[in-house]
């Protein structure tokens, strides 16, 4: 069950003007509308022959049957798995990756700049059945997994568990949910000690620095709520490094088509043909499994990019038309006394 993520309001931004929206109630619009490569103007100008092309072989691809999906899919080398509208979608982002990149190499495409690293996390808090509304979650769990977009691959992985100072007890509820021990968490250290290693671990990584880097999380809450919350108990300053992310919920629904009912994590894998590796609600194995789902999105075609930011404490939307950017360089947390 992870509908707990999405039940919150997000205010959007585009040029100054904001708008609150309820999160979950629609499939945002304004992501993934622009081409990978563009090699017509910049500002959204689809008058280049090339796109002509693609929309030619969109509809062909959206008359085809589900086996000769499979068949084409098959004669290309590429992934057969997942339902029919995963596999159209591939399918067209095949071709339209081939006529752009065609396009770009007769030299009319300026390059496009994107992330080196994709950086997921998905913490794990602490819980009750059905969580009352006064309840402050602490995090007990900080996993990152680091994907390679050059490679497309799974290259790091970072866990600490960490000791919950409010409500120190684990309820059995939370143990039973997160398979995380009263004596994992009684071990660990708090979150400024974790934050300040997770810190040293990205700059060993050299994200920010000598790499562009995103963070990715399954959902709105793990910055919005989860680590919001825990850097005003712990009393630091929400760190700069984690203002922006990628929502993959909302990058999923945009890019396969799909409402935002179907962008559960279990969801969305079963829609790719994939299965859940691990145990759910583990931190690392949520990040890894969400992981999966971003490479596969890339492997699809899909660029996935900042959707989401945290201004004053807000959750806005990062509009589509917003230049790509990457999460910041991490610096150690400053205290807000
Ligand atoms: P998840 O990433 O789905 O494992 O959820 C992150 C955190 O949300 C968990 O560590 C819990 O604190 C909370 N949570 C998830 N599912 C539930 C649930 N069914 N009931 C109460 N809290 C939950
Ligand atoms: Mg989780």
Redesign the pocket.
Known sequence: ??E??ENILVKMSNTGEEETVKACSRVCPEVESVPQVSPSQPNGDYSHPVYKEISLANGHINRMSKDELRFKLAALQLDTRGVKDVMKKRLKSHYKKQKLSQSAAEGDSPTDTYYDYICVV??????????PSDFH?EIIEFPMVLINTHTLEIVDSFQEYVKPELNPQLSDF?VK??GITQKLVDEADTFPAVLQRVVTWLQERELGTKYKYAILT?GAWDMSKFLNIQCKLSRIRYPQFAKKWINIRKSYGNFYKVPRTQTKLSTMLEKLGLKYEGRP?S?LD?SRNIGRIALRMLQDGCQLRVNERMHAGQLLTVPSSAPVEGSAAPHPPRSRD
Do not use: I, R, S
């Open positions: 069950m992870d707990h993520k998905d913490f794990e808090a602490t819980c009750e059945e059905d969580n979650h939370c949910l997160t399954d609600h931190g949520d």
